[in-house]
């Protein structure tokens, strides 16, 4: 079992930067690849970055790609997203999850565990 807790969300101007936090508690951080997905109000939820478990390899979308970094810190048990120029149709609930897989997934269904998310509001 892998707990997972985001923090960092919050109201931001366009053009503006937050940084997202996920802690994780449980099974040995470092066996999960980390994802972060978000889910707008009456849209599906959608896939945004992955990390592998190392931190050597990453994916992002293309809507956040240059925009968006996702790191870890595995002695820290945490997963970052450092989110720049932020627009406003990155408006939504951001979520961080666990996949066990060694495949860089981005498909939501592949992940084990999930947090509560943390809303993220981009103002004009």
């Known amino acids: 079992q892998v707990h997972l807790v985001e923090s960092g969300g919050g109201l931001v101007q366009a053009g503006g930067s937050l940084r997202l936090s996920c802690a994780a508690s449980?099974?040995?951080?470092?066996?999960?690849?980390m994802g972060w997905f978000r889910q707008a109000p009456g849209k599906d939820r959608e896939f945004v970055a992955v990390i592998s478990r190392s931190g050597d390899n990453t994916h992002y979308a293309d809507s956040v790609k240059g925009r968006f970094t996702i790191s870890r810190d595995n002695a820290k048990n945490t997963v970052h997203l450092q989110m720049n120029s932020l627009k406003l149709e990155d408006t939504a609930a951001y979520f961080c999850a666990a996949d066990h897989s060694l495949v860089l997934r981005t498909s939501a269904p592949g992940y084990e565990y999930w947090g509560q998310g943390t809303q993220v509001t981009v103002s004009s």
């Open positions: 449980g099974h040995t951080f470092n066996w999960y690849a």
